[in-house]
Antibody
Framework: EVQLVESGGGLVQPGGSLRLSCAAS????????MSWVRQAPGKGLEWVAN????????YYVDSVMGRFTISRDNAKNSLYLQMNTLRAEDTAIFYC???????????WGQGTLVTVSS | DVVMTQSPLSLPVTLGQPASISCRSS???????????LSWFQQRPGQSPRRLIY???DRDSGVPDRFSGSGSGIDFTLKINRVEAEDVGVYYC?????????FGQGTKVE
């Protein structure tokens, strides 16, 4: 069974940093593109970043470019999102998702809440 | 960025009756490889999103056949043949043809 478990969320002050992790199991992690998607409280979904199987390609939404870094450790079956210079508008549930084919994701984790507030 | 516009944003439904959600993109979603990467997701209250449909009309495993997707180019539709109580939630279309991937605003089915 495919499982994605996010962790690392919490309360952080504006300008602060946080590192999210996603532990994957039940599939060959190194064979899939992976994604981070976020959802502000009571709002819709926003794709944040994608990373290729070997980490050689990464894509970001403009609003996080230069502040967030997606990475992965295939030996540990883990996906990461390093978030720097956090802003109030980054407050959201962050989901880790597996991209099972081009242009879409199939399995999602339960999400981890990031709150940026002083 | 490709803008995905859903309508309606709120959809009152009657159990047993059909329902339809429209999704329009600001540019063609036909990829250079000839495929169209348009997906539909369901998010029930308090849950993570769940994919229902990928590549316009392919239903995911375990998704009831009362859900169907159609469309081409820039206009797409999700149809629920006969709405059941468990279908309550928010539905999102998403395009994965162009970077960045983008979602529609969501349609609340209630």
């Amino acid at each position: 069974e495919v499982q994605l478990v996010e962790s690392g969320g919490g309360l952080v002050q504006p300008g602060g940093s946080l590192r999210l992790s996603c532990a994957a199991s039940g599939f060959t992690f190194s064979s899939y593109w992976m994604s981070w998607v976020r959802q502000a409280p009571g709002k819709g979904l926003e794709w944040v970043a994608n990373i290729k199987q070997d980490g050689s390609e990464k894509y970001y939404v403009d609003s996080v470019m230069g502040r967030f870094t997606i990475s992965r450790d295939n030996a540990k079956n883990s996906l990461y999102l390093q978030m720097n210079t956090l802003r109030a508008e980054d407050t959201a549930i962050f989901y880790c998702a597996r991209a099972d084919m081009i242009g879409t994701t199939d399995h999602w984790g339960q999400g981890t809440l990031v709150t940026v507030s002083s | 960025d490709v803008v995905m516009t859903q309508s309606p944003l709120s959809l009152p439904v009657t159990l047993g009756q059909p329902a339809s959600i429209s999704c329009r993109s600001s540019q063609s979603l036909v990829h250079s490889d000839g495929n169209t990467y348009l997906s539909w997701f369901q998010q029930r209250p308090g849950q993570s999103p769940r994919r229902l449909i990928y590549e316009v009309s392919d239903r995911d495993s375990g998704v009831p056949d009362r859900f169907s997707g159609s469309g081409s180019g820039i206009d797409f539709t999700l149809k629920i043949n006969r709405v059941e109580a468990e279908d309550v939630g928010v539905y999102y279309c998403m395009q994965g043809t162009h970077w960045p991937w983008t979602f529609g605003q969501g349609t609340k089915v209630e």
